[in-house]
């Protein structure tokens, strides 16, 4: 390992990286209040500037957690690592395979069977059919559906999209791995089940950020942690410092931030 | 999309590897498309994707038993009768001819492949919120699943008509083999449309409300109820400024007429379905990474 070069060593690296987009305030845009609104003239886009000149790296077979108050665009960060959106300025490398699971999602169709999901969740990925076939028992097996997989996702508990969702990224082999707050689904059993595994894919050097707000989680697995503050980094340290220097910050400002989590 | 700051070590050939491999290197678009070779390589990679994504679709509507395939094309039959009926009573009876069932029913199936493309495409890209937020992959696969699934729904209607033709008497030759060529522009410009009102509808949800009476009024322009050379000279331009003008003429001087399409017919349905598809396919790629933040 130690003849590889730094940007071998390095499996993502965001360089002043900015994401803004427009948002509207309209809940969905239609046709028809864009002609109605024509001879008024007002402008209903607001730009967000979702993150801010962020620049760090991360190592492989590093687990990154990433914490933050809501809002503080660590979700449109780990988007950009994935590639769902792109960066405005600045730079994101990343080499290895990626799998994402944010925000809990593979069931994209609610009326499909988990089955169903799996598979074109997976097909989306870029994943070939035999592939998936040879690791969907696995699949199944991990998130402990296996008398449900066949029913559609929305007789599906929180819990069970939870597990599933998460059971489906790392099955899939990734060398990255990008969690946005998935841990906190499923019970503690369960709970306790992801962390292991997450564990054991670092150990294969692999490399995780995981976005959550239990801080308990974060100190537990992260070996490195960044914080998010409207989204500027505002620390990149190890996850004790980063943590208790959150905690302060929270307590400091009276947020109604819970950490009932941790 | 806002300009792009340019980092001293952006390097253009490296963006090659958008989806593929082991390495992504993520950087603004500056014109907002991505690379195309790149792209449509990734396209082709995941095509089972747009397959399987019609097929449950497709399951959905419990197209693979007897009875759901005999419902789907029963909307498009019946549709034929009843406009069959309608257009006999305005002409007051019997003034058409032996063979006008049958240029009416194929009209209208072939109508319907569009019609059923861009109903289905419309909400493919808002359809697939969750998919779209959480996982990178070519867009473009949403819209053409659509078509895919209008085309297997077209295919059966197609074999209704068989027994049609052959019943009035219409002519058989190796003129029919114009079929594919005239389907294969029928898919191009389904694919084109496609694309265009799936990127729109994520910018006007009301689009999908809309698009019934659009393609209503596209049904009465198109020569369908009646026959092309029945418009009258004056509003002969309405078939030229119709993408399916050129196409359901040909169409139905194939099945119906028994020759081969006039060279007009076909070039304008080739300028229409091509330009359609390039010009929505560019749209909706430079649109594309927009689609996650607006959903």
Redesign the interface.
């Known amino acids: 390992m130690s003849s590889l070069s730094v940007s071998e060593r390095t499996a993502i690296s965001v360089?002043?990286v900015s994401v803004?987009?427009?948002?509207s305030f309209e809940k969905?845009?239609?046709?028809?209040s864009?002609v109605t609104r024509l001879g008024r003239r007002e402008r209903v886009v607001r730009e967000v500037e979702a993150v801010r000149n962020v620049t760090f790296d991360v190592p492989h077979g590093t687990v990154l957690g990433v914490v933050g108050a809501n809002g503080a665009g660590k979700s449109t960060l780990v988007?950009?690592?994935?590639?769902?959106?792109?960066?405005?300025?600045?730079?994101?490398?990343?080499?290895?395979?990626?799998s994402?699971?944010?925000?809990l999602?593979?069931?994209?169709?609610r009326?499909?069977s988990g089955r169903?999901n799996v598979?074109?969740?997976g097909?989306?990925?870029?994943i070939?059919?035999e592939q998936l076939a040879e690791k969907y028992d696995d699949i199944v097996r991990f998130a402990e559906l296996e008398d449900f997989i066949d029913m559609p996702m929305r007789t599906y508990s929180s819990g069970m999209y939870g597990r599933l969702a998460f059971s489906v990224a790392v099955n899939m082999d990734p060398?990255i791995l990008l969690i946005d707050e998935a841990l906190s689904a499923g019970d503690a059993r369960f709970r306790r089940k992801s962390a292991e595994k997450m564990r054991e894919l670092c150990g294969e050097d692999r490399t995780v950020i995981l976005v959550s707000h239990a801080l308990g989680t974060i100190k537990e697995l992260a070996d490195q942690a960044i914080w998010m503050h409207k989204g500027q980094l505002r620390m990149w340290d190890d996850p004790e410092t980063v943590v208790s220097a959150y905690t302060e910050f929270l307590e400091v400002r009276q947020d109604a931030v819970t950490l009932e989590d941790v | 999309m806002s300009t792009p700051t340019l980092s001293p070590r952006r390097s253009r050939h490296r963006r090659e590897d958008e989806f593929t491999g082991e390495r992504h290197v993520y950087e603004p678009h500056s014109v907002g498309l991505p690379p195309l070779r790149s792209y449509l390589r990734e396209l082709w990679r995941r095509r089972e994707f747009a397959v399987e994504l019609s097929r449950t679709k497709l399951r959905e509507q419990h197209f693979d038993t007897a009875f759901g395939q005999l419902w789907l094309v029963l909307n498009p039959l019946l549709l034929a009768g009843v406009y069959y009926v309608l257009v006999d009573i305005l002409r007051r009876g019997g003034a058409q001819g032996e063979g006008f069932f049958a240029h009416l029913m194929a009209g209208i199936f072939a109508y319907y492949f569009i019609l059923n493309s861009l109903t289905v495409g419309v909400k493919s890209v808002t359809r697939g919120g969750r998919l779209i937020l959480n996982s990178a992959f070519p867009r473009a696969l949403l819209p053409l699943s659509a078509v895919i699934t209008a085309f297997m729904r077209f295919v059966p209607t197609l074999l209704i008509y068989v027994p049609v033709h052959l019943a009035s008497g219409l002519p058989i030759g190796p003129h029919l083999l114009w079929v594919i060529p005239i389907v294969a522009l029928l898919v191009l410009l389904a694919c084109g449309l496609s694309m265009l009102v799936a990127a729109a509808q994520v910018y006007f949800r009301d689009l999908s409300s809309f698009l019934p009476y659009v393609l209503r009024i596209w049904l009465y322009v198109s020569p369908v109820l009646y026959y092309a050379e029945d418009v009258p000279d004056r509003y002969k331009f309405i078939l030229d400024v119709n993408p399916l003008g050129g196409l359901l003429t040909a169409w139905s001087d194939v099945l119906n007429r028994g020759h081969a399409p006039e060279a007009w017919s076909m070039l304008l349905g080739l300028a229409w379905g091509l330009g359609l598809f390039v010009v929505a396919g560019l749209f909706f790629l430079s649109r594309e990474r927009e689609f996650a933040v607006r959903l």
Do not use: C, Q
């Not at chain 1, 994402?100 to 925000?103: G, Q, R, V």
């Open positions: 360089e002043d803004t987009y427009r948002t969905a845009p239609t046709l028809r864009t988007r950009t690592i994935a590639g769902i959106l792109p960066p405005n300025s600045g730079r994101i490398e990343v080499h290895g395979r990626v994402t699971l944010l925000a999602g593979v069931g994209f169709n009326k499909l169903e598979v074109l969740g097909l989306a990925a870029g070939k059919r060398d």
